[in-house]
């Protein structure tokens, strides 16, 4: 099983930007995945989930109405779509994948978003 | 939303002693409970799920227990790779919400 995350970069706050989290390994429409942020040593943050068909998502308050999860099963790919970006969305962004109602089981290795003037 | 809280912050330990980590819910999750470790520089994995079931290739010096609101991992005899921060998560409910983790160093 391997997921890798990508997208990651230096933008300004109010922009917007889009990390893309790629599946291989395992059976991509059967697997929920998540993403989860984490500010450069501080702790772990969930920020949103969406299932293996796409059908259903979840997202944290701090990011609902600006972050947008969505998936190319085709592609064997999970998008993050961020805007309206502010200075507290800076951090490490990792996707993983399991249940839906269960743990994080794979993770990738994170890709570093900066929201800086 | 459930909070979690993990103590102590900090465990300073020696290589061979063993390790009790603790995790408390704001209200019951159940068995929803898994542990991850994560060491500097690296992604978190998973050790512990469903409060008590290794996940594949975790050693068996590891071992979780409770459920509702009260839970521990227990590593037996502290191995030098297992210096790292430990974080519990429960995903019994939405938002899914971490602990703030336990740092195990070395003493």
């Known amino acids: 099983v391997q997921l890798l995350e990508s997208g990651g970069s230096l933008v300004q706050p109010g922009g917007s930007l889009r990390l893309s989290c790629a599946g291989s390994g395992f059976t991509f429409t059967n697997q929920a995945v998540t993403w989860v942020r984490q500010v450069p040593g501080k702790g772990l943050e969930w920020v949103s989930s969406i299932t293996g068909d796409g059908a259903t998502t979840n997202y944290a308050d701090s990011v609902k109405g600006r972050f947008t999860i969505s998936r190319d099963t085709s592609e064997n790919k999970v998008f993050l779509q961020m805007s309206s970006l502010r200075a507290d969305d800076t951090g490490v962004y990792y996707c993983?994948?399991?249940?839906?109602?269960?743990?994080?089981?794979?993770w990738g290795q994170g890709t570093l978003v900066t929201v800086s003037s | 939303e459930i909070g979690m809280t993990q103590s102590p912050a900090t465990l300073s330990l020696s290589p061979g002693e063993r390790a009790i980590l603790s995790c408390r819910a704001s209200?019951?999750?159940?068995?929803?409970l898994a542990w991850y470790k994560q060491k500097p520089g690296q992604a978190p994995s998973l050790l512990i799920y469903a409060a008590s079931t290794r996940a594949t290739g975790v050693p068996a010096r590891f071992s979780g227990s409770g459920s509702g609101t009260e839970f521990t991992l227990t590593i037996s005899s502290l191995q030098s790779e297992d210096f790292a921060v430990y974080y519990c998560q429960q995903y019994h409910d939405w938002p899914r919400t971490f602990g703030q983790g336990t740092k195990v160093d070395i003493k």
């Open positions: 209200q019951s999750v159940s068995y929803s």
């Open positions: 993983a994948n399991g249940l839906w109602r269960g743990s994080l089981d794979y």
